[in-house]
Every structure is written in structure tokens, then in C-alpha cells.
């Protein structure tokens, strides 16, 4: 997965949860700075937890697309486009 549509969905969930400003920049950064061959990094696990988790693409449906953290098992939907 290398999807840069995706990080709106994740600030979004930051936005919902009541992230900080601040701890949004930081996601952000540590998103785009790096490849994470291992999958994505979910952004509740990094801000909240300080925790690197990864994402997992569960099986898309009629309207798009779940996926998962394999750590904190929050959940976050990718509306298909
Ligand atoms: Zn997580």
C-alpha cells in the first residue's frame, strides 16, 4: 500500500478523535517520510500510543474499502472512488 489518498481518511480520524494540531504535523511527517514496507502506519497506535502499528487492507465491499490496525483494531473505511 502506498496510497497518499488515504492520509486525508486518517486525519480525518485524528480530526474525530480529538487530536492536536501538533500531533496531526507529527503523523503527517512520519507518514510521508517514510516507504513502511511493512504496511501503513495506523495513526491512533502512533498519536495516542505512541506506537508504530501497522494497517491491514481487510476485503472491500460494495462501497470501498476497510481497513484495520493490527494493534488497537480501529477500524477505517476508504469510500471507493
Ligand atoms: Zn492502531
Known sequence: MNESYLLPVFINALKELQASEDQIENYKAFYMSSKHPEGLPCPVCFVFKNKRSFLIALRRDEKGSP???????KEFYVLRR
Open 67 to 73: 481497513i484495520k490496525c493490527s494493534i488497537c483494531q
